[in-house]
């Protein structure tokens, strides 16, 4: 049982960060999870400074309120600043980023803030937290926001898709480009950042990106792309875990070294088919 809630507790993380991931990748702002992992630290403060506690729980309402401010001021400045996505995703985040040390500097710096629990959540640790209705927590969390991101995603895969791959046709017939934009980093900021307390940010930022590149370079399909990145990610946190347990080293690092290690894999196997073919 003690497997079972790291296991499932990756793969819904999996599950999430690749369906969401693969429309990142597709319009190029497969970093945003890096963005979020700089901009939520204001709101790691804040929350310190209002509550005066330090847990889990403050910590990811701030955290998730100020992932949603990164999303709407990315998505401002590059709708009506003109910015091209990356610019508008480093000024945002260097910016939040910033104000979070201001404000740790000059109002919390006597407070020990344990920052890591949000982004560099060890996933090795889900079996013995706080339980809700006999789950662990932070996997109650994340099955909530499957149950939410899924069918989201999938009700509205044509409204994803158009607005992914030809924004002047979806506009021509009256699909509104911004709400499918907000819908989706909105999605992307509360699973990214419920996802740092489980597994950190450096595995979010990978499950976002590598599945959807894995998928990417097999198909071009979208529906075999995205059932593609969900399987490579389910099945990466899986092996992941149980090749951490036979080399005795933590899951997270296993998982991220195996991704990467299939995506080199398949980019090989690519690039040898194709020389077979010509």
């Given at each position: 049982?003690?497997?079972?809630?790291?296991?499932?507790?990756?793969?819904?993380?999996?599950?999430n960060s690749s369906l969401l991931g693969s429309f990142l990748v597709l319009r190029k702002m497969s970093l945003i999870g890096d963005a979020l992992s700089h901009a939520?630290?204001?709101?790691?403060?804040?929350?310190?400074?209002?509550?005066?506690?330090?847990?889990?729980?403050?910590?990811?309402?701030?955290a998730s309120g100020f992932g949603i401010i990164a999303i709407l001021l990315i998505e401002w400045l590059n709708r009506i600043g003109g910015f091209g996505k990356?610019?508008?995703?480093?000024?945002?985040?260097?910016l939040?980023?910033?104000?979070?040390?201001?404000?740790?500097?000059?109002?919390?710096?006597?407070?020990?803030?344990?920052?890591?629990?949000?982004?560099?959540g060890d996933i090795n640790t889900i079996p013995i937290?706080?339980?809700t209705w006999g789950i662990p927590t932070p996997t109650f969390n994340l099955i909530i926001i499957s149950l939410i991101t899924a069918p989201i995603v999938l009700l509205g895969l044509k409204g994803f898709k158009l607005t992914s791959f030809d924004q002047a046709y979806a506009k021509s017939i009256g699909i509104s480009i911004p709400f499918w934009n907000y819908l989706l980093l909105g999605l992307s900021s509360v699973s990214t950042v419920y996802s740092f307390d489980s597994v950190g940010a450096i595995m979010v930022i990978g499950l976002l990106v590598v599945p959807a590149s894995f998928a990417h370079v097999i198909t071009q399909k979208l529906k075999p792309f995205l059932i593609i990145a969900v399987c490579f990610g389910i099945?990466?946190?899986?092996?992941?875990?149980?090749?951490?347990?036979?080399?005795?080293?933590?899951?997270?690092?296993a998982i991220g070294v195996l991704m990467g290690l299939g995506l080199f894999s398949v980019l090989g196997w690519q690039k040898v088919r194709k020389k077979s073919l010509t």
């Open positions: 049982m003690f497997d079972f809630w790291i296991i499932l507790t990756a793969c819904i993380i999996g599950i939520v630290l204001p709101g790691i403060v804040i929350a310190f400074m209002i509550s005066g506690e330090i847990n889990s729980f403050w910590m990811l309402l701030g990356d610019s508008s995703i480093g000024i945002i985040y260097t939040l980023f910033a104000i979070g040390i201001i404000l740790i500097t000059s109002q919390a710096k006597n407070a020990d803030i344990d920052v890591d629990c949000v982004l560099f937290v706080p339980k099945m990466s946190c899986i092996c992941g875990h149980f090749i951490a347990l036979f080399l005795d080293i933590p899951t997270v690092p």
